[in-house]
Structures are given as C-alpha cells and as structure tokens.
C-alpha cells in the first residue's frame, strides 16, 4: 500500500508559480507511475500531468503544456509539479496519484480509474 501527501499548495497571483510536491510511503515507489490531478469547484477531477516509473515519460493536458513540469526522486520517493505563470483557471484542489498498473501509452494514465492510491489534496488559488 501507498500513502501520499501533498504539500506546497498556497494563494498566488496569475503569472506567478508554485511547486507542488508529494512525498509517498513505501519501498515500491519505483514501481508506480505518478499523476497529477486536479479539480475546481463544480467541475469533475481533471488530468494534469503524469510520469512513467522511471521519469523518462511525462505527458500533460493540453491546458497546462509548456507551464507545468512534472518530476519524480525515486530514491526520495517524492513527485514534483512545478508550475509556472500560473493562471485564474488553474485554481483548484490538487491532488497527487499512484497508479501501479503498466501500459505502453501514456495516454492511459490521463484517466482517474487506473489510479490506485490518491492523496488528500492541496489547495492552489490563483488570483487575477
């Protein structure tokens, strides 16, 4: 079993950025791939970013390519998302997961029903 919590969430102003971090139990952190979920009031939980076990994958929504980086320490069984010129419509819960399952494309991890274990949320607001 994982357990994740989620840090580094806070209120910023648009253009400005965050680094989200999530720290996982467990000597298996090798052996999951990592996402990055988030969800705004009234709206259902959306893709953000996912990393494959190693970390030479990532893969991200279209809404967030080129401003949010993805990144994982194995051997601090940590994820990292960092995100840069923040905007009004980023601000929501976000929320790491943990996903054991393995499949060749990334396009899978995009989809909250592959995640095994979720984190408790860390909420970011955005301000304009």
């Known amino acids: 079993q994982v357990q994740l919590v989620e840090s580094g969430g806070g209120a910023v102003q648009a253009g400005g950025s965050l680094r989200l971090s999530c720290a996982a139990s467990?000597?298996?952190?090798?052996?999951?791939?990592m996402g990055w979920f988030r969800q705004a009031p009234g709206k259902e939980r959306e893709f953000v970013a996912t990393?494959?076990?190693?970390?030479?994958?990532?893969l991200y929504a279209d809404s967030v390519k080129g401003r949010f980086t993805i990144s994982r320490d194995n051997a601090k069984n940590t994820v990292v998302l960092q995100m840069n010129s923040l905007k009004p419509e980023d601000t929501a819960v976000y929320y790491c997961?943990?996903?054991?399952?393995?499949?060749?494309?990334?396009?899978?991890?995009?989809?909250?029903?592959?995640?095994?274990?979720w984190g408790q949320g860390t909420q970011v607001t955005v301000s304009s």
């Open positions: 997961a943990a996903s054991s399952l393995y499949y060749t494309s990334n396009s899978y991890y995009t989809s909250r029903s592959i995640y095994d274990y």
């Open positions: 467990g000597r298996t952190f090798s052996m999951y791939t």
């Open positions: 990393i494959r076990r190693s970390g030479d994958s990532t």
